[in-house]
């Protein structure tokens, strides 16, 4: 299986910052889905094959990334914006995703 | 605008057969792949399997044993039968719609329905 690694697993930060979140895998993947959870919800997508915005996404979420090292990254930190994000491969199966990264407010 | 839900028993006995529909409404079933993922309250994400309109198949083969997916195009449904469950299958089940295009994302989400097992 490839195992996908997220880092940090939870961060703190303030309306207005950026943030970035970074996701990586075991072995070259070409690609990479990223995904926003908020508490009791079901995962969104937001970004897919690592760089396309999902439709009616905002664009301050913007990803990037190749090979085995993928980023999410958020230019400016809205309050509906703190919630878990995962990343997750399509590479091979079984499709595996990252362990995840809380947002929090500080 | 295409709407998937889940339903099925929210409580299953240990060693039984826990057994879930997914019910698409909004959109045809046609040339999309249909996934199960679930979740153990406060961990991550696990993909259990996908199926394919025609019927196709593919599971995690760390449940694949205990596993099935099966489609009904004609009711715009597909089912998800785990058996054998125990109580590491206590966990939110949450049907997807996945997009065979370059990459395989999954566009469309239910809500998800909670499982316990429990006796």
């Known amino acids: 299986d490839i195992q996908m690694t997220q880092s940090p697993s939870s961060l703190s930060a303030s309306v207005g910052d950026r943030v970035t979140i970074t996701c990586r895998a075991s072995?070259?993947?070409?690609?990479l889905n990223w995904y926003q959870q908020k508490p009791g919800k079901a995962p969104e997508l937001l970004i897919y094959a690592a760089s396309s915005l999902q439709s009616g996404v905002p664009s301050r979420f913007s990803g990037s990334g190749s090979g085995t090292h993928y980023t999410l990254t958020i230019s400016s930190l809205q309050p509906e914006d703190f919630a878990t994000y995962y990343c997750?491969?399509?590479?091979?199966?079984?499709?595996?995703f990252g362990g995840g990264t809380k947002v929090e407010i500080k | 605008q295409v709407q998937l839900q889940e339903s099925g028993p929210g409580l299953e006995k240990p060693s039984e057969t826990l057994s879930l529909t997914c019910t698409v409404s909004g959109d045809s079933m046609r040339s999309y792949y249909w996934s199960w993922i679930r979740q153990v309250p406060g961990k991550g994400l696990e993909w259990i399997g996908y199926?394919?309109?025609?019927?196709?198949?593919n599971y995690n083969p760390s449940l694949k044993s205990r596993v099935t997916i099966s489609v009904d195009t004609s009711k715009n449904q597909f089912s998800l039968k785990l058996n054998s469950v125990t109580a590491a299958d206590t966990a939110v089940y949450f049907c997807?719609?996945?997009?065979?295009?370059?990459?395989?994302?999954?566009?469309?989400w239910g809500k998800g329905t909670t499982v316990t097992v429990s006796s």
């Open positions: 997807a719609r996945a997009v065979p295009t370059g990459t395989f994302y999954m566009d469309v």
């Open positions: 997750q491969q399509s590479y091979s199966t079984p499709l595996t």
């Open positions: 199926i394919y309109d025609s019927g196709s198949s």
């Open positions: 072995q070259n993947i070409h690609n």
